[in-house]
């Protein structure tokens, strides 16, 4: 995986890759689903080689038509002429046949530590004895692309999505889907993973306000280029483990919100290539910083935003209800919401809230006996 926070990429565990017998190379393996893997690149191994041999064959035969051409156009020329020309012409061809074994070595080397990695992450995975045959167009289509990568963070998404290939009911990507993972290099593969990251914490990814850049730099641009992302937009509430955030203010139309999410094949290569206890973790400080943006965000089209803290069900419940500071109430006492109520928030809310009260009117309603929090008037036309 994309190195996240120092950690590194899991080390290979020697699985043998089927250049030898496969009755041997399956022998190594324990769940279906690698057995499946293994009979799939010996396929792909025998028939793929062949190709670039007879790739390498075609290049040859091409070389040669080409000097005999230049001997016979040779003997119309003067001969020192023609001596100067074979020479550059050969010296050019023998350097053209030596990057094109360069090339087959690194992309062979490339393709067969994915194979091996493919094959450790599927003995690991709990789902192998789900297995799936994997479709030799699929595995020609994936090692053309898959053999010109060299980074071992990126080879490690290319691992996955060969793993993921071969058990039943994982996520196989489509041509179009491997052609964009093709297209990844160490910095794609990092912003696309910080990107899922804070969609699976948050469920999106929020604007970032004016003048403030992405907490995580992300290359969100790129990721849009690539249709890995886009831009939808959704209504209040938003549901979290501790919280709900609600719109405050009922409007016959409401306002839609714009919000960054993934595309449909940006889903797809999310569920092949990461996993999320080893992969998705968002930090703390990068948590709240997007939270503040989310904030910042709904109160330029709401008046009034409510949150509804998830308590127990002996406490009775109660609302905080946040508006924007004006200048008639900024003098205005204000209870002392911490003292109140911040002992049956959750921390991570505690935090937010304390950031948000430098910023917005902070009121706290308990539901059963008061009423909830005043919305201030709405300013004409709307």
Known sequence: MVDNGGQSAPKGRGVSLPGQPTEEAIAEVGSEAGKSLVRGLSRLGSAYVTKREAKAEAVRLAIDTDAKIKADTALANARREQELADFDHWATLERRAQRFRVEMARDQINLEAIERRALEYTEADPKNTNAREVDEDWLFRFADFAQKVSDRDVQSLWARAL??????????????????????????????????????????????????????????????????????????PYEYEDFALKQGYELRIKPPISQRGLTKRGY???????????????????????????????????????????????????????????????????????SEVGARLSPRLVKLLVWAEKIYDIQIANQNDIAPPTMPPRPRGQ
């Open 268 to 338: 797809d290569i999310a569920t092949a290539v990461f996993t999320q206890t080893e992969d998705l973790s968002l930090s703390e400080e990068h948590e709240q910083k997007y939270f503040q943006h989310a904030l910042s965000w709904l109160m330029l089209s709401h008046l009034l935003i409510t949150i509804s803290p998830k308590l127990n069900e002996t406490e009775p419940p109660l609302q905080i209800g946040l508006t924007n500071k004006s200048a008639s109430n900024a003098n205005a006492h204000r209870p002392d919401w911490q």
């Open 163 to 236: 793993s993921s290939a071969a058990i039943e009911g994982s996520t196989r990507l489509s041509a179009a889907a491997l052609q964009t993972l093709g297209l990844f290099d160490r910095e794609i593969a990092a912003s696309f993973q910080k990107f899922v990251a804070t969609a699976s914490a948050i469920g999106f990814v929020p604007y970032t306000p004016d003048g403030e850049a992405d907490p995580q730099q992300i290359d969100l641009a790129t990721l849009s280029d690539l249709g890995l992302i886009q831009e939808y937009f959704s209504e209040l």
